[in-house]
Structure formats: C-alpha cells, structure tokens
C-alpha cells in the first residue's frame, strides 16, 4: 500500500544535527501514523519518535526527548526526523515506519515495532566523537 524510502543519514561530529527525511509513495499517506526507529549493531530495534496521522500528537523516547523532533508535510507525502546535539550513542540504522491508521482515532500513534504495518530499508547515521 506505500513505500518508504529514507534519506539524510551520514556521518556527523558529536553535537552537531542531521535532519532525515521518508518519502512515502501511494495515495493514502494521511492516512498512515507514523514512527521512526534506530537499530545499532548487536542492539534490538527500539524506538525513537512517532507522530499522528494528522501531524497533531508526537511521541518521543527519553533516550532522545529534547535533542529531535519529529514532523510531517502531509502535502509533500513525507516525515522528518531533526535531530540536534547528536552523540555517539545515536549511531544506527534509522528507519521510518508507518501504520494503518485510517479507522483510528486522529490522534493515534504507536510506539510499538509490532504495531507498524511497513518499513523504509534505512539509512546510517554515525555520530563521530
């Protein structure tokens, strides 16, 4: 039903910012709530922000609540992930995530890997310290 394709990783100093970006394709991406997650070597996937289908609620880990942001341009079929005094313990795979959201509440968002429906392949950030 979509397509997720994740750009914007690369590698940055410790302190520094990277804004990751996950084009969606199909024609119901206002319908989708969606997530983004980050997998280090030998780590399980955890969470890292998640966002309504509407842009209206958001969802952040401890890990990195008050260093990222998470939004969406319904209009441009895109979320973003900007993220701001990166450290070394950010490195990982982000990946964005979306969730059937259509008969939910406009407001629902998941925290959960279970709970989404479809995934982008990735992309790397590496914090350099």
């Known amino acids: 039903q979509v397509q997720l394709v994740e750009s914007g990783g690369g590698l940055v100093q410790a302190g520094g910012s990277l804004r990751l970006s996950c084009a969606a394709s199909?024609?119901?991406?206002?319908?989708?709530?969606m997530g983004w997650f980050r997998q280090a070597p030998g780590k399980e996937r955890e969470f890292v922000a998640a966002i309504s289908r509407s842009g209206g609620r958001t969802s952040y880990a401890d890990s990195v609540k008050g260093r990222v942001t998470i939004s969406r341009d319904n209009a441009k079929n895109t979320v973003y992930l900007q993220m701001n005094s990166l450290k070394p313990e950010d490195t990982a795979v982000y990946y964005c995530?979306?969730?059937?959201?259509?008969?939910?509440?406009?407001?629902?968002?998941?925290?959960?890997?279970?709970?989404?429906?479809?995934w982008g392949q990735g992309t790397q950030v590496t914090v350099s310290s």
């Open positions: 199909g024609r119901t991406f206002s319908t989708y709530a």
């Open positions: 995530a979306a969730v059937d959201a259509y008969y939910r509440e406009t407001y629902y968002y998941a925290t959960g890997a279970h709970q989404y429906d479809y």
